[in-house]
């Protein structure tokens, strides 16, 4: 199984830039996602690491060292709408997918 | 658009019926397909994984004789909670992978009194 750390809350002020970091611990590493989530609403999908080093993707970027077992998701610009749970997700080599506890980040004005 | 499409999304079944949701996949072929619960203001948690024509695998403490999968379809899993009681309400989500990517449906909130 997986052993997924991540912070439970962050707080940012909105135009700021935020890291929320991730730790792991599995045996069959294939994968690292982070997904937004809103109150009552499914994860959306944000970005995927496999191999080390960092994935930009407009405001958000993502960074994996497999051989620390970290990774961290990098908001920047910061905006109200940025406001949600941020969950990391370790997938195993049958596809499986195991959360972390999520980070609910609060941007404020 | 949507990837992955989800029915109902909302759901009220009094204790004791049984409740299916679908979970389909747009424009895709899906022979595997997850399922997952989450319970307010804690993470996902996987209850089984759906195949394409096979038995589905269910995670340790999942009821698979509560909790009934089926994957007829490329395109289609279902997930009929049986005999449902007030401790199953929760937010049922599926997902299904494309590529690299799991895409996940819009959810179903089940609500069981």
């Known amino acids: 199984g997986q052993n997924i750390d991540q912070p439970t809350e962050m707080t940012a002020t909105e135009g700021a830039i935020v890291q929320i970091n991730c730790t792991y611990q599995t045996s069959g590493f294939n994968g690292l996602f982070w997904y937004q989530q809103h109150a009552g609403e499914a994860p959306t999908f944000l970005s995927y690491?496999?191999?080390?080093g960092l994935e930009e993707k407009g405001r958000f970027s993502s960074f994996l060292s497999r051989s620390k077992g970290y990774s961290y998701l990098l908001l920047k610009e910061l905006q109200m709408k940025d406001s949600a749970s941020y969950l990391c997700a370790v997938r195993e080599r049958d596809y499986k997918l195991s959360f972390g506890a999520g980070t609910t980040v609060t941007v404020r004005a | 658009g949507a990837v992955v499409s989800q029915h109902p999304s909302w759901v009220i079944c009094k204790s004791g019926t049984s409740v299916k949701i679908e979970c389909r996949s747009l424009d895709f072929q899906a022979t595997t397909m997850f399922w997952y619960r989450q319970f307010p203001k804690q993470s996902l948690m996987l209850m089984a994984t759906?195949?394409?024509?096979?038995?589905?695998?269910?995670e340790q403490g999942v009821e698979k004789d509560k909790f009934l999968i089926n994957h007829a379809s490329l395109t289609l899993s279902t997930l009929t909670v049986t005999s449902a009681h007030p401790e199953d309400s929760s937010f049922y989500i599926c997902?299904?992978?494309?590529?690299?990517?799991?895409?996940f449906g819009e959810g179903s909130w089940l609500t069981v009194v």
């Open positions: 997902s299904a992978l494309m590529g690299n990517t799991i895409y």
């Open positions: 759906s195949n394409e024509g096979s038995k589905a695998t269910y």
């Open positions: 690491n496999v191999l080390d």
